[in-house]
């Protein structure tokens, strides 16, 4: 008889690797995975893990679909690599670490990576997703969906520092507490949608490419603190629609020496200062 597993937890018994009939009969239906948590075996569509020495190897052995099991603390690396699709689900589970993503200082690249429904937190100073400097920079098409980050008012904890990156979306999150949502230098373009902030400060763009900020809702806590700030040093363009900043500054235009262009629309605007 022919066996596919589709999902489902077995004790001590693989079914990717079935030895009474044979080392490595598999089981398991295509695209799925067989996942070893302390002696028992769960199948699904994902990979999943329960650490952060765990989340490392999955990511290094090209697993593309990857599920936490559980919350994980510790520091992870991502390696873009072309046509290596990776997407990361939290499944609501919190993760207190930084998550690094090494573009490996490539100017194209078609590969993608999701992130989506990992609970960022911590209560120190830090940033969750990083890709700032030589040779960790040039991330390339970036989806951050439905995540949280929280830390406590007052600590540089920033949600995510990427330089020189290709295409970054950012849809469905919300970040309470610490610095800043992210503090992007020179990315081509980013989406920021449907997003709730209620940091320190808002949105920094340096030098960035065009940036589209649909349907948020942003609130500055610090006293002189900036709603959106774009180095409007390069004919790009800004476009806020549907959205409600609140900040001592909502929106901070400097550096402004070219044919730079912002469109607002549908917006409040509240300058506490």
Known sequence: ADINVYGGAFEKFNPANNNSEGANTNFVADGLYSTEID?????????IVVDAAGLQAALDADKTDICFAQDIVGDVTIEQKEGVNYVINGAGFKFEGTMTINGHNRFEGTETLVIKNVAFDTATAKDFIWSNTDPVRYAHNITIEGCTFTAPDGVDAIGMRIRQAYNLAIKDCVM????SLIQNTAVSYTLIENTTVNAGR????????????VNCNITATKADGYGVRADAGYANVLNIKGSTINAYEPVVLRSAVAAYEFNLENSTLTATG
């Not at 002696?39 to 990979?47: E, I, K, Q, R």
């Not at 309470?176 to 610095?179: E, I, L, P, Q, Y």
């Not at 808002?202 to 960035?208: A, E, F, P, V």
């Open 39 to 47: 002696g028992w075996f769960y199948v699904s569509d994902a990979f």
């Open 176 to 179: 309470n507490g610490g610095h």
């Open 202 to 213: 808002g949105l920094n763009l340096l030098t960035s490419g065009n940036v589209d900020i």
